[in-house]
């Protein structure tokens, strides 16, 4: 279990998460729901560490973890793919995609065995710059950056967003394999409750920095939807 108890996440003096409590299984996809600016994106930084301060417990199968610095979290196993994917556009695919191997237990800088099988455009095309590709397969890049750090955790900031039709449905694929068949823990931040509803086991609404349902995903009705998403 990724554990989160009484949480609350602050930027400067601003306090966006209140005391956020949330079991994330092991194994599972966990999709983090609400309406823009709720608090989910804080929530993926708080258990990076990226926010300015935290208070309350993460634990991570049984190791406390929420005062660890950011790489101490990567080596535990949590891996990032942020909103808007942070590409070094100047760097080749092959670079971008090094740069996760940093938080790899044994050190080792290589292209992930599963690239070649996920993403076969990059495992092609590796000395193109990052900067050249459409936002579809930044996605992917970001995705297989977070993958060479050998996580047993993904954190996906709205994967989808802003990628053209014809690839939203790879993407979708390779998030629900990544669990499926790889094993990996996916938290996945989403808009998009078809698609949420299709690839998570579990679900988190939030509204104004605080989770106010959570449970299995289907126990999702169209009601809690509409009431909390709709704007
Ligand atoms: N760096 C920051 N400094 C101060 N406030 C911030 C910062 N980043 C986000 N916020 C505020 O925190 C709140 C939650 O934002 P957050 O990005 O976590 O929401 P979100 O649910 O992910 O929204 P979206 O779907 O738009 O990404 C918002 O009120 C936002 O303005």
Redesign the pocket.
């Known amino acids: 279990m990724l554990k989160l108890t009484n949480v609350n996440s602050f ?2 003096r ?1 306090h ?1 998460l209140h005391a956020v409590c949330l079991d994330i299984p092991i194994g599972k996809v966990t999709a983090v729901l ?10 993926l ?1 708080t258990l990076m560490g990226l ?2 301060r935290m208070e309350g417990q993460i634990n991570l199968e049984g190791t406390e973890i929420g005062k660890e610095p950011t790489f101490r979290r990567a080596r535990a196993g949590i891996a990032y793919v942020p ?1 808007g994917r942070e590409i070094i556009p100047d760097f080749s695919i092959r670079e971008n995609i090094l740069m996760g191997a940093f938080a790899r237990p044994d050190g080792k800088r290589e292209i992930p065995e599963l690239v070649p099988e996920l993403f076969p455009y990059l495992m092609d095309n590796l000395e193109r710059a990052g900067g050249v590709l459409s936002g579809g397969q930044q996605q992917q890049l970001a995705i297989a950056r977070a993958l060479a750090a050998q996580p047993k955790i993904i954190l996906l ?2 994967p989808n967003e802003g990628i053209q039709p014809s690839i939203v449905e790879e993407i979708e694929a390779v998030i629900i394999r990544l669990n499926r068949e790889v094993g990996l823990t996916v938290v996945l ?1 989403e ?1 998009n409750v078809a698609f949420a509803r299709q690839a998570a086991h579990y679900f988190a609404m ?1 509204e104004k ?1 605080r989770i106010v349902v959570s449970g299995a995903i289907d126990e999702l009705s169209d009601d809690m939807v509409h009431r909390h998403m709709a704007v």
């Open positions: 930027y400067d601003s966006i609400g309406r823009n600016g709720t608090g989910k994106t804080t929530l930084k926010t300015d909103q900031d709205e931040v808009q939030m920095g």
